[in-house]
């Protein structure tokens, strides 16, 4: 039983702290409980943050799990935060407006660099984790602002340290933006290289010029978004729960032919 309302509790904290997103739970539970759950139990920190390179600012979502009794925050906002890698180190201020923790000046990622994160509070264990930055993007074809029809592919070496992909079109044409659904690619261990056909994902959007976005994301976010809700997800992380993951973000601008 024990374990059982722990799993809820960590639950609930890990849908609240994904961000933007709000969600609001209602659950209610009819369970027999003696006081010694209560008294056993410790509380460990929950965490959340993908590290990017598009971002000059790093961000991390820090809470706690809890027991079915007790009332729950909205997060801890006096914890020691301290990210580090690439020969450097910042200690995050927490932010009354985000509410999550930002760096305290421009943090610059670097690809294939690991990146460490700690978290600590008297009465909970220090939390640590690691994620490695995934490698630069090469893009084979096409090149900065060509043109392409929609029987083309966009082709590039598959990043090191890769475990999926996030795409997206964006572009303005006659003064409307059109931008298209991100969907993602998830490679093969074996593969060297990664195909996008066009047709597959832009059929219906009219003739012009685009900015094609990628997102190389880190073994951590797969794992973090793969693995079963009834799990106790420590992606990346040690002593707590959470996310404590990478993405690499590039894009390349082309025109595209759709009729």
Not at 2 to 16: D, E, H, V
Not at 111 to 116: A, D, G, N, Q, S
Not at 192 to 212: A, E, N, R
Request: one cysteine or more.
């Amino acid at each position: 039983m024990r374990s059982y309302i722990r799993i809820i509790k960590i639950a609930l904290a890990r849908f609240r702290q994904i961000y933007p997103l709000r969600i609001s739970l209602i659950l209610i539970l009819s369970v027999a409980c003696d006081d010694e759950i209560s008294e056993s139990y410790e509380s460990q920190f929950n965490v959340y943050a993908v590290l990017r390179n598009d971002k000059v600012m790093q961000e991390v979502t820090v809470d706690r799990t809890y027991l079915m009794e007790e009332p729950s925050e909205l997060y801890v906002d006096d914890a020691l935060v301290i990210l580090s890698g690439a020969h450097y180190a910042d200690t995050l201020v927490f932010s009354d407006s985000l509410l999550r923790y930002v760096t305290s000046d421009t943090f610059t990622l670097l690809p294939l660099e690991i990146y460490r994160l700690s978290v600590a509070k008297e009465g909970f264990d220090t939390l640590s984790a690691e994620t490695r930055i995934p490698g630069d993007f090469d893009f084979i074809w096409p090149s900065e602002g060509d043109t392409m029809i929609l029987m083309d592919s966009i082709v590039f070496r598959k990043n090191v340290g890769v475990s999926i992909y996030f795409c997206y079109f964006r572009g303005v044409i006659s003064n409307t933006w059109y931008t298209t659904g991100t969907f993602t690619y998830e490679p093969v261990v074996s593969d060297t290289l990664v195909k996008i056909p066009l047709y597959d994902h832009f059929s219906d959007y009219p003739s012009g010029m685009y900015t094609i976005t990628f997102s190389a994301l880190d073994s951590n976010f797969y794992e973090y978004y793969t693995e079963s809700e009834d799990d106790l997800i420590q992606a990346g992380v040690e002593n707590g729960v959470g996310l404590f993951g990478s993405a690499l973000v590039d894009s390349i601008v082309n025109y595209i032919i759709t009729e």
